[in-house]
């Protein structure tokens, strides 16, 4: 979050009011959820820092108990990082799309390969993946290691890949509370922001 104030500007008279609730999966926002979200009742507006990410609309119908609750749009983060536009091009384009976030990219073994047990049973794969055609990658930062993770994650996978440096402005403008900066070290500075981004890779 604080990379997030860098890029928005927030300043410290902004009123802090964002709350990333743990997440519980599609089965548990009725339950552990419904719980942790009756813990944030009151006027302070707060912000639940996922989309609908697979609930099937039973985020919103909960949210909407909640006046002072709101969610990040979209159906799902790749949609709230990219931009609704670019996301639906994408997948119209071509349905059988991969796709990973820098969180996801650099993270591939764990959350993607040793999740789908590909690690004790690579014969899967293609079971899995047989009908994708591509990885497109969604970054955030620019950052090279992240690149190369989400070519090797690609290449694992047997698929094309693509690269959109998407940046954090998509997400900046999901985030639809203001943000009070956490104060940082004597000495320290805010983390620049990046003027040009990278163009769009294929391989």
């Not at 719980?35 to 009742?41: D, S, Y």
Request: charged share 25%; hydrophobic share 40%.
């Amino acid at each position: 979050m604080d990379r997030l104030v860098d890029v928005r500007g927030d300043g410290a008279a902004g009123e802090a009011a964002v709350e990333f609730v743990q997440r519980v999966g599609p089965r548990g926002v009725d339950g552990d959820g419904g719980e942790k979200f009756g813990m944030l009742a009151g006027e302070r507006e707060v912000l639940i820092g996922y989309a609908d990410c697979g609930t099937g609309g039973r985020l919103d119908a909960l949210l909407a108990e909640r006046p002072n609750l709101r969610r990040l749009p979209g159906d799902h983060c790749y949609e709230f990082f990219a931009g609704t536009e670019l996301f639906t091009s994408l997948h119209d384009a071509d349905p059988g799309t991969f796709y990973l976030t820098d969180f996801l990219a650099k993270h591939f073994d764990a959350l993607v390969w040793q999740a789908l047990g590909l690690d004790r049973h690579p014969e899967l794969r293609d079971a899995y993946f047989g009908n994708y055609s591509r990885v497109v990658l969604f970054s955030q930062s620019i950052d090279p290691a992240v690149v190369d993770a989400g070519r090797a994650g690609a290449e694992r996978l047997g698929l094309a890949f693509e690269h959109h440096h998407v940046g954090l402005d998509h997400f900046a403008d999901a985030v639809t509370v203001h943000l009070r900066p956490r104060a940082r070290p004597v000495g320290a500075t805010a983390r620049p922001t990046p003027l040009t981004p990278p163009p769009i890779e294929r391989t």
